[in-house]
């Protein structure tokens, strides 16, 4: 049943994408994302798994209406991780996600100071979730994930672009 719903989630995927963001290119002259590269002390990086989109990414989301970018950030990581901020966290870019839209932007924080009590169950939107070991990341991560985690660890330049 699992392989033949991420079959059918797989097809659909580029329809539902196309169909958000023409809703969101009426309702939006433009759309702001955040993501986070969530670091804990062994240097390992928060992944989350979508149930409607293919791949492992960095927890992020949509900046709603009156949110700063910030706020964001802090709400969809308590959504998608269960983590709260415990310090100040620094903001890596923001780079233009042509993939999604020419008109999608992505903001991306480092967070190094947080807390997670408990790790969350799956549910409708996050179905997979976890610290990875940079040299282990899973199968699946996307190119703008690993991307963003090389120029935060390795020093790699930044490139203006998702990719």
Same mark, same amino acid.
């Given at each position: 049943?699992?392989?033949?719903?991420?079959?059918?989630?797989?097809?659909?995927?580029?329809?539902?994408?196309?169909?958000? #963001?023409?809703? +969101? $290119?009426?309702?939006?002259?433009?759309?702001?994302?955040?993501? !986070? %590269?969530?670091?804990?002390?062994?240097? =390992?990086?928060?992944?989350?798994?979508?149930?409607?989109?293919?791949?492992?990414?960095?927890?992020?989301?949509?900046?709603?209406?009156?949110?700063?970018?910030?706020?964001?950030?802090?709400r969809e990581l308590k959504e998608?991780?269960?983590?709260?901020?415990?310090?100040?966290?620094?903001? #890596?870019?923001? +780079? $233009?996600?042509?993939?999604?839209?020419?008109?999608?932007?992505? !903001? %991306?924080?480092?967070?190094?100071?947080? =807390?997670?009590?408990?790790?969350?169950?799956?549910?409708?939107?996050?179905?997979?979730?976890g610290f990875f070991a940079i040299?282990?990341?899973?199968?699946?991560?996307?190119?703008?994930?690993?991307?963003?985690?090389?120029?935060?660890?390795?020093?790699?330049?930044l490139i203006a672009t998702w990719?």
């Amino acid at each position: 049943m699992g392989e033949r719903l991420n079959r059918v989630r797989r097809k659909a995927e580029p329809l539902l994408r196309r169909f958000f #963001h023409a809703y +969101f $290119l009426i309702v939006r002259g433009m759309t702001l994302g955040v993501r !986070a %590269v969530v670091l804990d002390a062994e240097n =390992r990086v928060f992944l989350v798994r979508h149930s409607y989109v293919s791949g492992w990414h960095l927890p992020g989301g949509g900046v709603d209406l009156g949110e700063t970018m910030e706020q964001a950030m802090r709400r969809e990581l308590k959504e998608e991780g269960e983590i709260d901020l415990t310090g100040a966290a620094e903001l #890596h870019g923001i +780079f $233009l996600n042509s993939h999604v839209s020419r008109r999608d932007h992505v !903001a %991306v924080y480092v967070v190094r100071h947080f =807390r997670q009590d408990r790790v969350p169950e799956p549910n409708r939107e996050i179905v997979e979730c976890g610290f990875f070991a940079i040299n282990a990341l899973p199968e699946g991560t996307t190119g703008g994930t690993r991307l963003r985690i090389a120029e935060v660890l390795d020093g790699k330049p930044l490139i203006a672009t998702w990719r």
